[in-house]
C-alpha cells in the first residue's frame, strides 16, 4: 500500500517514513504545502497522511483542493493538541480521520489500516481467500492453518492482492501501490515477486489462488468449486 506523508518536521516524518516502510508500506515525503499538494494531485496513493500546519500551503487548502478536483483517496490529518476548530474543519473538508500530535506511531498505523479497509471491499483486519488468512494488523500469512514467511515485499503485493480479491489487478497498478517514485518502473520485479508468492503460497496445494491473466495482470481468488 502506497502513502504520501505531508509533514515539515522532517526528524517526525523520517521515523513515520521509517516504521512505515518496515510495516511494507511505500512512502513519499512532502515536506511543504507546495509539494504536498503536487504530490497528492499527481501521485497514486491509498492513503495521504496530512499535516494541517505546513510552509507555503496548510494542510486544509490542500484537502479543500484536492477534494475540489474529485480526489478521494482518504485522508488522516494531523492536528495540534486542543485545535478542535481546526479538527472539525478538517472533517467537514472531506477528511476522513485525524490524529492528534503527539501520537503512538501504533496508533497511526491502526488509523491507516481502517482507512484502508473502509475503501477496500474488505472490512475486516483478516483477509481469507479459500484457506489463506492475511491478517494485516500483524502481516501474518497462513495457509491451511500453516504459517507462511513473506518478506515485507511480497507481504505488500500479496495484501494488496487480497484488498482487492477476486479483482484482476495489473502489473502497472501493482508497481504504483507497492513502490515509491524512487522505484524504476520499467523492471520486471513485479514478476519475479509474483513468482516468489506463487511458490510460497500456491505450491503443495491443489486449489491455486494466485493467477496470472495474460496480457492483463494477476488475480488472488477462490477457487471454482
Ligand atoms: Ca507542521
Redesign the pocket.
Known sequence: MRVILV???RELAHSIKKGLEEGGYSVDVAYDGEEGLYMAENFPADVIVL????PHTDGLTILKTIRSKGIKTPVLL?TARDALSEKIKGLDTGADDYLTKPFEFAELVARIRSLLRRTAEVKEAIIRIDDLEINTASHGVRRAGRPIRLSAREYSILEYLAYRKNTVVSRTEITEHIYDESFDRDSNIVDVYINYLRKKIDRGFKNKLLHTVRGAGYILKEPER
Open positions: 509533514e515539515d518536521e499535516d494541517i500546519m505546513l494531523l
